[in-house]
């Protein structure tokens, strides 16, 4: 089956740790994504990527990195200066320019 | 800069027709798209309309485009209980390279 996962499910993180969200896809998409989503609030872009080797910063980037070494991959790392990291983060990949294919998302809390 | 407006909620009681409404600033997109997301999961591509159609019937879903008044609606004919989620109105700003979301709106079913 072609899909996008994305995982741990759920993920605690003590003040002060880099913590790791993993997302792959087997769509033989170039394009990938991150977003955050709070409680009631629409979704926030922090990177995107449109090729291997390649990304971009989107609307709240700060204290979020990214790294794309690989088609099928696009993990993101929250690091010690997201202030206020809890939230709702979805992964997604697309063909350039068409709709986004969304993964079933990583709940973040900081303990 | 670009932007997508939704209401935020609406309630309508089963069996009626639910009409979820949006707005849109940047109007060169060639497609515009409607997700659903469920209490806790990803966002699903719903349906998706070509800029250059006024209206698309998809068994219950109706898609209705105004591009003169940048507006897009999506209608729910006899909307049941499964149908209470988030439904994101989705507009690819120019170039394509990245998709604005509205805030979404949260659709209530009562039986």
């Known amino acids: 089956d072609g899909g996008i996962t994305q995982s741990p499910k759920y993920l605690f993180r003590k003040e002060g740790q880099n913590v790791t969200l993993s997302c792959e896809q087997n769509l033989n998409h170039d394009a990938m994504y991150w977003y955050r989503q709070d409680p009631g609030q629409g979704l926030r872009l922090i990177y995107y990527s449109q090729i291997v080797n390649d990304f971009q910063k989107g609307d709240i980037a700060e204290g979020y990195s990214v790294s794309r070494e690989k088609k099928e991959s696009f993990p993101l790392t929250v690091t010690s200066a997201q202030k206020n990291p809890t939230a709702f983060y979805l992964c997604a990949s697309s063909i350039l320019g068409r709709e986004q294919y969304f993964g079933p998302g990583t709940r973040l809390t900081v303990l | 800069g670009e932007d997508v407006e939704q209401s935020l909620f609406l309630s309508v009681r089963e069996g009626d027709s639910s009409v979820i409404n949006c707005t849109y600033t940047d109007s060169s997109s060639t497609y515009l798209y409607w997700y659903k997301q469920e209490p806790g999961a990803g966002l699903q591509l719903l349906t998706y309309?070509?800029?250059?159609?006024d209206m698309k019937q998809d068994q219950r879903l109706t898609v209705l485009l105004n591009k003169k008044d940048k507006h897009l609606s999506l209608r729910i004919a006899d909307t049941q209980t499964g149908d209470s989620a988030i439904y994101f109105c989705a507009v690819p700003n120019t170039g394509g390279f990245k998709t604005i979301f509205g805030a979404g709106t949260r659709l209530f079913v009562k039986a």
């Open positions: 309309i070509f800029s250059n159609m």
